[in-house]
């Protein structure tokens, strides 16, 4: 948690909302929008505290400068909030944080015996950020790579029904503060809060959404769940 999120707005939509530009070269060179189901090596607009007037595209899951192989990137999707002051992710967590746009995340909870999607949103499916960390690895061929990883904390009550942990969305007067390269590290940590339950929403996917190879507007649509009630409360 989180492995797959969804951003399916418009570069223009991204820009009023963040106002921040894209770089016409990045542009030129790869546009990942939309994407329905984001998933891990998925290259994603990032705004980082260096360049906060400006989306760069970075891959999802970390390579510290120290990797012999960006493989490892795999490993680091994720930073718990519990551990992110430790080895890792220190240096980053000082110098390097960043902001992550989605508009959407699944996760998927146990029903009966099976695990069903989810996919949450906030209300009226708007545009969100999730506090991320972010680096640069030179492989020895000289290539660099940008890269980043999603910050994770206890889920709150909202959803706790489905999973027992969820991203750092952070509220939106808190995204300048985040990047803000003046704020200390334990001055940013407490900018971490549990999202307000009552803002969140969630509700029932297709299974298709856990192959990566699927990516379409049908993804994020609700579909019916055979093994609920059909006046069954998801959150009761």
């Known amino acids: 948690m989180c492995g797959r999120s969804s ?14 530009t894209f770089y016409t070269e990045d542009l030129e ?5 939309p994407n329905f189901n984001v998933a891990p090596t998925h290259v994603l607009p990032v705004i980082t505290n260096q360049d906060p007037k400006h989306f760069r595209p970075m891959r999802w899951g ?48 146990t029903v009966g015996k099976k695990k069903k999607p989810y996919r949450i949103t906030i209300q009226n499916g708007k545009l969100f950020t999730i506090a991320g960390l972010w680096e640069t690895w030179k492989a020895p061929n000289g290539e660099k790579i940008e890269s980043f990883t999603l910050i994770t904390q ?14 750092a969305i952070l509220l939106p007067e808190q995204e300048k503060l985040w990047i803000d390269p003046t704020l200390s590290t334990k001055e940013a940590l407490q900018l971490i ?44």
Not at 154 to 167: L, Q, V, W
Not at 195 to 216: H, Q
Request: with cysteine.
């Open 7 to 20: 951003l399916t707005k418009t570069e223009k939509e991204l820009e009023e909302r963040f106002q921040a």
């Open 62 to 109: 970390l390579i510290p400068f120290w990797a012999k192989d960006p493989k490892v990137g795999y490993k680091m999707i994720n930073a718990r909030i519990e551990t992110v002051e430790e080895k890792t992710f220190k240096n980053a967590l000082e110098k390097r944080r960043c902001l992550v746009p989605f508009d959407g995340f699944y996760e998927w909870k």
């Open 193 to 236: 809060i549990p999202y307000p339950d009552e803002e969140m929403e969630a509700y029932p996917v297709s299974d298709r959404v856990g192959k990566v190879s699927e990516n379409d507007a049908g993804l994020i649509e609700r579909v019916e769940m055979e093994d609920d009630a059909p006046h069954a409360d998801l959150f009761s």
């Open 154 to 167: 206890p889920a709150n009550k909202m959803m706790s029904s489905i999973h027992d942990r969820m991203p």
């Open 29 to 33: 060179r790869y546009n990942p929008l």
